[in-house]
Protein backbone atom coordinates (compact mmCIF):
# COMPACT_ATOMS: atom_id res chain seq x y z
CA UNK A 1 0.00 0.00 0.00
CA UNK A 2 1.23 3.43 -0.42
CA UNK A 3 1.02 4.89 2.92
CA UNK A 4 0.85 8.83 1.59
CA UNK A 5 -1.94 7.74 -1.03
CA UNK A 6 -3.72 6.30 1.42
CA UNK A 7 -3.74 9.32 4.17
CA UNK A 8 -4.98 11.33 1.24
CA UNK A 9 -7.68 9.59 0.60
CA UNK A 10 -8.86 8.88 3.89
CA UNK A 11 -8.42 13.52 4.52
CA UNK A 12 -10.33 13.77 1.56
CA UNK A 13 -12.84 10.90 1.85
CA UNK A 14 -13.75 12.28 5.18
CA UNK A 15 -13.94 15.89 3.68
CA UNK A 16 -16.67 14.93 1.56
CA UNK A 17 -18.25 11.94 3.10
CA UNK A 18 -18.02 12.81 6.63
CA UNK A 19 -16.33 11.28 9.33
CA UNK A 20 -19.23 9.15 10.71
CA UNK A 21 -19.98 7.79 7.50
CA UNK A 22 -15.92 6.87 6.90
CA UNK A 23 -15.86 5.19 10.31
CA UNK A 24 -18.59 3.54 10.03
CA UNK A 25 -17.32 1.97 6.71
CA UNK A 26 -14.11 1.52 8.22
CA UNK A 27 -15.56 -0.19 11.39
CA UNK A 28 -17.84 -2.35 9.18
CA UNK A 29 -14.90 -3.96 7.15
CA UNK A 30 -14.33 -7.22 7.90
CA UNK A 31 -11.42 -9.80 7.05
CA UNK A 32 -13.18 -10.60 3.66
CA UNK A 33 -14.17 -6.51 2.87
CA UNK A 34 -11.36 -4.89 4.49
CA UNK A 35 -8.62 -4.72 1.28
CA UNK A 36 -11.77 -3.33 -1.27
CA UNK A 37 -12.08 -0.50 1.91
CA UNK A 38 -8.33 0.23 1.51
CA UNK A 39 -8.08 -0.01 -2.60
CA UNK A 40 -11.31 2.88 -2.76
CA UNK A 41 -9.56 5.31 0.25
CA UNK A 42 -6.23 4.79 -1.77
CA UNK A 43 -6.85 4.45 -5.28
CA UNK A 44 -10.72 6.78 -5.50
CA UNK A 45 -10.45 8.76 -2.93
CA UNK A 46 -6.58 9.22 -2.84
CA UNK A 47 -5.88 9.21 -6.27
CA UNK A 48 -9.13 10.06 -8.53
CA UNK A 49 -10.71 12.64 -6.16
CA UNK A 50 -7.12 14.50 -5.95
CA UNK A 51 -6.45 14.92 -9.61
CA UNK A 52 -6.20 18.47 -10.68
CA UNK A 53 -8.68 19.66 -13.60
CA UNK A 54 -12.04 19.44 -11.85
CA UNK A 55 -12.93 20.86 -8.50
CA UNK A 56 -14.96 18.55 -5.41
CA UNK A 57 -18.07 20.59 -7.03
CA UNK A 58 -18.05 18.98 -10.40
CA UNK A 59 -16.60 15.48 -9.44
CA UNK A 60 -19.31 15.55 -6.97
CA UNK A 61 -22.17 16.41 -9.70
CA UNK A 62 -20.71 13.82 -12.11
CA UNK A 63 -20.72 11.30 -9.09
CA UNK A 64 -24.64 11.90 -8.48
CA UNK A 65 -25.29 11.84 -12.69
CA UNK A 66 -23.58 7.84 -13.00
CA UNK A 67 -24.72 6.73 -9.65
CA UNK A 68 -28.23 7.61 -10.54
CA UNK A 69 -27.60 6.03 -13.77
CA UNK A 70 -26.73 2.71 -11.95
CA UNK A 71 -29.45 2.60 -9.28
CA UNK A 72 -27.37 2.28 -6.38
CA UNK A 73 -29.35 4.28 -3.30
CA UNK A 74 -27.01 3.50 -0.53
CA UNK A 75 -24.04 5.35 -2.45
CA UNK A 76 -26.37 7.87 -3.99
CA UNK A 77 -27.22 9.14 -0.68
CA UNK A 78 -24.00 9.20 0.89
CA UNK A 79 -22.81 11.29 -2.54
CA UNK A 80 -25.64 13.40 -1.44
CA UNK A 81 -24.82 14.51 1.33
CA UNK A 82 -21.30 14.62 0.15
CA UNK A 83 -22.42 17.01 -2.57
CA UNK A 84 -23.82 19.14 -0.22
CA UNK A 85 -20.56 19.09 2.14
CA UNK A 86 -18.67 19.90 -1.49
CA UNK A 87 -20.47 23.22 -1.89
CA UNK A 88 -23.05 21.89 -4.01
CA UNK A 89 -26.66 23.45 -3.84
CA UNK A 90 -29.70 21.59 -3.67
CA UNK A 91 -31.04 23.29 -7.05
CA UNK A 92 -27.80 22.18 -8.76
CA UNK A 93 -28.49 18.74 -7.68
CA UNK A 94 -32.48 18.89 -8.69
CA UNK A 95 -30.87 20.33 -12.06
CA UNK A 96 -28.49 16.91 -12.36
CA UNK A 97 -31.30 14.67 -11.23
CA UNK A 98 -33.88 16.83 -13.77
CA UNK A 99 -30.73 16.02 -16.81
CA UNK A 100 -30.44 12.36 -15.62
CA UNK A 101 -34.15 11.47 -16.00
CA UNK A 102 -33.74 11.64 -19.90
CA UNK A 103 -30.36 10.35 -20.35
CA UNK A 104 -31.02 7.53 -17.60
CA UNK A 105 -34.56 7.37 -17.63
CA UNK A 106 -37.54 8.23 -15.51
CA UNK A 107 -37.75 5.36 -12.71
CA UNK A 108 -34.17 5.90 -12.35
CA UNK A 109 -34.31 9.80 -12.36
CA UNK A 110 -37.46 9.38 -9.45
CA UNK A 111 -35.59 7.09 -7.34
CA UNK A 112 -32.40 9.44 -7.35
CA UNK A 113 -34.93 12.29 -6.14
CA UNK A 114 -36.48 9.99 -3.35
CA UNK A 115 -33.35 9.03 -2.18
CA UNK A 116 -32.28 12.52 -1.76
CA UNK A 117 -34.97 14.26 -0.96
CA UNK A 118 -34.77 11.71 2.56
CA UNK A 119 -31.13 12.67 2.97
CA UNK A 120 -31.97 16.33 2.74
CA UNK A 121 -34.65 15.82 5.54
CA UNK A 122 -32.29 13.69 7.64
CA UNK A 123 -29.85 17.01 7.40
CA UNK A 124 -32.60 19.27 8.03
CA UNK A 125 -33.42 17.06 11.19
CA UNK A 126 -29.84 16.99 11.99
CA UNK A 127 -29.26 20.71 12.01
CA UNK A 128 -32.74 21.59 13.85
CA UNK A 129 -31.04 19.22 16.79
CA UNK A 130 -27.84 20.57 16.90
CA UNK A 131 -26.76 22.60 19.84
CA UNK A 132 -27.85 26.07 19.68
CA UNK A 133 -30.42 25.96 17.11
CA UNK A 134 -33.93 26.64 18.08
CA UNK A 135 -36.54 23.82 16.98
Request: negative net charge.
Amino acid sequence: MNQDLYDAGLATRRRVLGDAHVDASLAAATDFSRDIQEYVTQYCWGDLWNRPGLSLQERSLINLSMITALNRPVEFRAHVRGAVNNGVSREQIKEVLMQSAFYCGGPAALEAFRAAADVFAAMDAEAMAAPGTSQ
